[in-house]
């Protein structure tokens, strides 16, 4: 059975930093690209980060370029985003899933987790 679990979400004040992490299991996940997507309350997905299957090639989002780090851990079927200087803009829901594709839905044939919330508030 496929399995990702993200972990690492919570209440951070502005500015601060969180370091999400997504557990893999039931796939070969160092043969994967792997993303990072988020929603916020009202809003559509919003792609955030890639990597590609062997880690060394990351790509981001305008919104998150130099204050995310996008990073993998193959010997641990891991996935991590390193989330610096976070605004309330950054508050969502941040789910792992498989692939690339950066117009993400739930129904785009990706392995996808359940999600972390994020939280950014004084």
């Known amino acids: 059975e496929v399995q990702l679990v993200e972990s690492g979400g919570g209440l951070v004040q502005p500015g601060g930093s969180l370091r999400l992490s997504c557990a893999a299991s039931?796939?070969?996940?160092?043969?994967?690209?792997m993303r990072w997507v988020r929603q916020a309350p009202g809003k559509e997905l919003e792609w955030v980060s890639a990597?590609?299957?062997?880690?060394?090639?990351?790509y981001y989002g305008d919104s998150v370029k130099g204050r995310f780090t996008i990073s993998r851990d193959n010997a641990k079927n891991t996935l991590y985003l390193q989330m610096n200087s976070l605004t309330t803009e950054d508050a969502a829901r941040y789910y792992c899933?498989?692939?690339?594709?950066?117009?993400?839905?739930?129904?785009?044939?990706?392995?996808w987790g359940q999600g972390t919330q994020v939280t950014v508030s004084s």
């Open positions: 990597i590609n299957s062997g880690g060394g090639t990351t």
């Open positions: 899933a498989t692939g690339y594709n950066r117009r993400p839905t739930f129904q785009d044939g990706a392995y």
């Open positions: 039931g796939f070969t996940f160092s043969s994967y690209f």
